[in-house]
């Protein structure tokens, strides 16, 4: 069996508390969010690629626990919207990092 190295925590909000069905997984040089089944975004710090689900602007819950992701698990401040994220799509960069839509 191959050995994998990577850890799932459950995401914390803005309020301090676990949201519910919302994953952060890391592991092998990444940073993933997860929301319920639906993979938001994929963060490659090995590559300086970050990749976005189809879901990713899905309901405003979604948006609000995405933009936390970008702004307190990645840094990403420019990232913590959804008009940062859109701009960042049309010009397929963020500060240097190729963003593309899966």
Not at 66 to 93: E, H, P, Q, T
């Amino acid at each position: 069996m191959q050995n994998f190295n990577f850890r799932v925590e459950q995401m914390i909000n803005n309020n301090n508390n676990p949201a519910a069905n919302q994953f952060i997984i890391e592991g092998e040089g990444k940073k993933i969010f997860q929301s319920y089944d639906s993979i938001i975004a994929i963060v490659d710090y090995n590559n300086k690629t970050i990749e976005l689900g189809e879901d990713w602007n899905y309901s405003r819950t979604t948006g609000k626990h995405r933009n936390i992701f970008f702004y307190d698990y990645v840094n990403m401040s420019d990232l913590a919207s959804a008009d940062g994220i859109r701009k960042a799509l049309k010009n397929g960069l963020c500060n240097g990092w190729t963003i593309t839509l899966a």
